[in-house]
């Protein structure tokens, strides 16, 4: 029998037990902050805020695809999309709208477009992979967009917020400081579950997928399955921001469908750090906050995707991992 | 060199009826890409716990042999059987769930994890590998098997450093440590040494003897080489194969007195 020397263990676990500290003081500093904040910001930044959050959590699905399993995704959007639709349906359907019914068949909605898009998708690897994405999303978009008495059509549909409502405990309007609490509980508890996913034996074999798919498959791993069960969690957490979009604005609109949403959630990676989880919130944020300063400074006309591109093409050149890529191997660890 | 007798011998774990079957034999096997036949015909079998090296020149098939071993390439008719069950046209990733591991030619590993990262992922894809509520580094039997694979390559001392950061031999030896974190019952090396400087090269050889001869292992090892003088002290069979064909076949001492592989390796 091959006997293992336990010290080469040993300053391994301690040094990881102080890595966790530092990670969850950061961690509650910036939750604290991010609670304390509608309680201090105007009502416009209030909401800004909460958006930031849910374009983040969008972000941050896709970046299990990006950033772990290297499968680019161009149809974040169809997921997204069948979110919203899904709360809108359950929210129409049953009266008093219902949040826990907008939230499971947002989800399921979601969870049917990814089974569909894992299973035809998943085999196909790198450009193949992303423009099937592309092409099953745009097939949502156009049922969506034509297919008028169920979802509206060009008009999409318009419904009421439910209570936010938890059984035995709470039940009052959503108020927009509630509502960003609401927002904000669900995304860190999404980011935490996606964390511990990335950093399990599972999330170690996307990664593998991602370094190099013939030699994980030479290990023992069936890739494609690991990659489909990849695909659904992405979609389905996708699919959460957009019923978080629902219950936020009230409105479902196909625009959200439309690959242009996709193509934003790959910038908010880029521009954030892919493969850190974080970094697609902060790339969201840096994003919209930029667009909004623009258009706030030179008026609504202001083609501001130009200054946005350039900025974009700059980070390319200057900061090729993202805004907080420089923390990839420190977040993962 | 006794090598004979140490290729018949056997694990003494298992009964003497299954320690005389060959751990893999293959029966007219035989892949065409179109019009070209890569191997026609191969009859072929290693022995239980013997190191087992085919040669041959350039594009006379050892690489297509390999590739279908261990199911990446089908073959276009013919069987393999490996530890008595038929595992011909089955993925890679089952065949190397049955006890078939690889190393590759070119270095194939995850630059960016650390080394017993690397070794980690593959002795976990027997138990765990869907595993998605405990952290990867948390199960002390994957730690023992990842870190008894780096000790087999003598890489533990550099667990903790980034796999790009190893020099070129050390990263050959750790993609010789990924397929033994596998726990195979035959390791098939494609070109071990290639691209190394000669102490590297003799380090890796008695890597290869050392991991030959541990009988807690109970290892077959398969090893396609350039390298004459490793081939001739390693194996202890050689196969030779040219245009798809077996041309030869015996001890280091007949391979080296064969006219025939005499002439084939004087031409090229």
Redesign the interface.
């Given at each position: 029998m091959t006997t293992v020397p336990l010290e080469k263990v040993r300053p391994l676990g301690k040094a990881r037990l102080s890595h966790t500290a530092v990670f969850w003081i950061g961690f509650c500093a910036i939750m604290a902050l991010l609670i304390v904040a509608p309680l201090v910001l105007p009502e416009f930044w209030r909401r800004f805020l909460t958006e930031i959050l849910i374009w983040g959590l969008l972000a941050m699905s896709s970046d299990l695809l990006i950033g772990y399993t290297g499968m680019i995704s161009f149809g974040h959007s169809a997921f997204f999309g069948l979110g919203m639709y899904g709360a809108a349906g359950a929210l129409i359907a049953h009266s008093p709208p219902n949040l826990w019914l907008a939230l499971f068949f947002g989800l399921a909605g979601a969870a049917g477009a990814a089974l569909f898009v894992a299973f035809f998708s998943t085999r196909l690897r790198d450009i193949y992979f992303a423009i099937t994405t592309l092409i099953f999303s745009q097939i949502f978009y156009v049922i969506i967009f034509t297919w008028t008495p169920v979802t509206g059509g060009e008009n999409g549909l318009i419904f009421s917020r439910p209570h936010l409502w938890l059984p035995f405990l709470y039940d009052a309007r959503f108020t927009s400081t509630t509502m960003h609490w609401f927002v904000l509980a669900v995304v860190a508890a999404s980011y935490l579950f996606l964390r511990r996913i990335t950093q399990s034996p599972f999330g170690m074999v996307l990664q593998s997928i991602r370094e190099n798919e013939a030699r994980t498959r030479a290990i023992g791993y069936a890739v494609e399955r690991y990659k489909m069960v990849s695909v659904m969690f992405s979609g389905l957490f996708a699919g959460l921001a957009g019923v978080l979009y629902a219950l936020q604005n009230q409105f479902a609109a196909p625009d959200f469908v439309y690959f242009l949403t996709s193509g934003d959630t790959v910038i908010y990676n880029v521009m954030g750090g892919i493969g850190t989880l974080v970094g697609p919130i902060v790339g969201a944020g840096f994003f919209q906050l930029v667009r909004d300063l623009l258009s706030r400074f030179f008026g609504d006309q202001f083609p501001y995707l130009i200054p946005l591109g350039m900025i974009f093409i700059v980070m390319i050149i200057f900061l090729p991992q993202g805004l907080l890529g420089f923390a990839r191997r420190w977040l993962n660890k | 060199m006794g090598a004979q007798t140490s290729a018949v011998q056997g694990s003494p774990v298992r009964d003497r009826g299954a320690a005389a079957a060959p751990i893999l034999r293959t029966e007219l096997l035989t892949v065409r890409f179109g019009g070209l036949a890569a191997l026609s015909g191969i009859n072929f079998q290693i022995a239980r716990n013997a190191v087992h090296a085919i040669i041959g020149p350039n594009g006379a098939g050892k690489s297509t042999f390999f590739n279908c071993l261990?199911g990446?390439l089908r073959s276009t008719s013919g069987r393999i059987i490996f530890d008595g069950e038929d595992i011909t046209g089955l993925?890679?990733?089952v065949i190397?769930?049955k006890g078939i591991?690889?190393s590759?030619q070119i270095t194939?590993?995850?630059?960016?994890?650390t080394v017993l990262?690397n070794v980690?992922?593959?002795a976990?894809?027997?138990r765990?590998?869907?595993?998605?509520?405990?952290?990867?580094?948390a199960?002390a039997d994957?730690?023992?098997k990842a870190?008894?694979a780096l000790?087999?390559v003598g890489l533990?001392s550099k667990?903790?450093e980034l796999a790009s950061n190893l020099s070129h031999g050390e990263q050959r030896n750790l993609e010789i440590g990924?397929?033994l974190?596998?726990e195979p019952k035959l390791l098939c090396l494609d070109e071990p040494t290639a691209g190394m400087s000669q102490a590297e090269t003799d380090e890796t050889k008695e890597l290869v003897q050392r991991i030959a001869g541990d009988p807690?292992k109970d290892l077959s090892i398969l090893i396609v080489e350039h390298d004459m003088q490793v081939v001739m002290e390693l194996a202890q069979r050689i196969t030779v194969l040219n245009y798809g064909a077996i041309l030869a076949e015996g001890t280091p001492e007949e391979i080296q007195r064969n006219p025939k592989v005499l002439e084939v390796y004087l031409k090229t």
């Open positions: - | 261990t990446v993925p890679s990733n190397s769930q591991a690889r590759y194939n590993i995850m630059p960016n994890a990262e980690r992922i593959a976990q894809s027997r765990h590998g869907w595993n998605m509520v405990s952290h990867h580094g199960f994957i730690n023992a870190e008894a000790q087999s533990l667990a903790e990924i397929a974190a596998t807690a």
